[in-house]
């Protein structure tokens, strides 16, 4: 049961860095693709409504990396597969 109990507490802690990694990085990560893509709409104005389509998609798919990590943090903790290991 100790061992149980413990594995159980590691997986609430690596879900809630797991979490917080992938949050940070991903707002690195979108504001990186946000200052580029402003500092390139304003080079040339003339493509800023490209600029954005790109800008819009980037953001999405920099978004999805969290929301994954988020699942699988939350796997960790409700239907850990590691509790049946110890069994």
Do not use: H, W
């Not at 797991?18 to 690195?28: D, H, K």
């Amino acid at each position: 049961m100790e061992s149980t109990a413990l594995v159980l507490a590691v997986s609430a802690f690596s879900a809630a860095v797991i979490a917080g990694m992938a949050s940070i990085g991903a707002a690195l990560g979108d504001s990186k693709a946000a200052s580029t893509a402003l500092d390139a709409m304003a080079r040339q104005p003339e493509m800023s409504q490209k600029l954005l389509v790109n800008l819009l998609i980037s953001i999405g798919l920099i978004e999805s990396i969290p929301i994954i990590a988020s699942v699988i943090a939350i796997v960790l903790v409700f239907a850990n597969p590691f509790v049946d290991l110890l069994k």
